[in-house]
């Protein structure tokens, strides 16, 4: 499946077919965020702000599980190692571990020193949990043992970035790298265990308002901009970007690799939705 979302409902099509299969419409307020399960392909979670998050089925088109929260939540992510847990940041700065089929929530204090605007899990290490945030620090958290620590990427020996963290993804081939890009629209890559920036990258024109690793090509990650509609690919061992590819007319809101990965599904900013071949 692939799933993207308006205001007020869920679309769902067929990643073979690429059919509507199904619409969710059963939201009065906005939704703010989505993520699908990693081991049951028929389940999504959706958070929106009426102060609630729901796990949704999809073929059923119909709520399993609903949790209410005292501020309206901004992000939901599923744990991929541990199919039993996702997180949520509220608005309020809080950050929750929950388990749905354990009805168990878990509030951590840890992050809410500056908003939360990104979330996610290390796709190698289930417990650890990163957070980019307002004043562009991550937060690495260790779910198993709840112990945070924080790199400060404001500071001259992070890279001395501004403007927040927009985005972050872990390595895929690494415990302990992670690539974010900031509001300014420089990118830096880091060893969260030594605390230090790896790398930094080339400032990309127009920002970078999300990233992605590429499966299919080691070290490699596109970076997109919602100023325009244009997605750059870049290398770890590289400071420039090696190539673009034209994805629709506007900026591009956000971007996610398919199965195979050579397919982008992409939601630009003026409402398109498509699927891309980045080569």
Not at 114 to 136: E, F, P, Q, T, Y
Not at 178 to 202: C, P
């Amino acid at each position: 499946w692939s799933a993207w979302c308006s205001n007020l409902a869920i679309y769902v099509a067929d990643l073979q077919t690429q059919q509507l299969r199904h619409i969710i419409a059963g939201y009065a307020l906005p939704i703010t965020c989505m993520d699908w399960s990693p081991d049951k392909p028929n389940l999504l979670v959706c958070a929106w702000t009426d102060k609630t998050v729901s796990v949704w089925d999809v073929e059923t088109e119909s709520t399993l599980y609903t949790l209410s929260l005292d501020s309206p939540p901004i992000l939901v992510q599923w744990c991929r190692g541990d199919p039993e847990k996702i997180a949520i940041a509220s608005e309020n700065g809080t950050v929750r571990l929950w388990q749905p089929v354990a009805s168990n929530s878990l509030v951590s204090r840890d992050f809410n020193f500056s908003k939360v605007a990104v979330l996610r899990w290390n796709v190698k290490i289930a417990c650890l949990l990163a957070a980019g945030h307002a004043d562009c620090s991550i937060t690495i958290y260790n779910s198993a043992s709840q112990s945070p620590h924080r790199i400060k990427c404001a500071d001259s020996k992070y890279g001395g970035h501004t403007d927040g963290v927009v985005d972050l993804q872990w390595d895929p081939l690494s415990d302990n790298y992670l690539i974010a890009a900031f509001g300014s629209g420089l990118m830096g890559l880091f060893d969260t265990d030594k605390q230090v920036q790896v790398r930094a990258f080339d400032k990309s024109p127009g920002g970078c308002r999300c990233l992605e690793w590429l499966p299919t090509s080691p070290g490699s990650f596109v970076a997109a901009s919602d100023k325009h509609g244009s997605v750059r690919q870049w290398n770890v061992s590289q400071n420039a970007p090696e190539k673009s590819f034209k994805v629709g007319n506007s900026g591009v809101h956000s971007l996610r690799m398919l199965p195979g990965g050579d397919r982008a599904l992409v939601a630009n900013v003026d409402g398109q939705v498509g699927v891309y071949h980045l080569k």
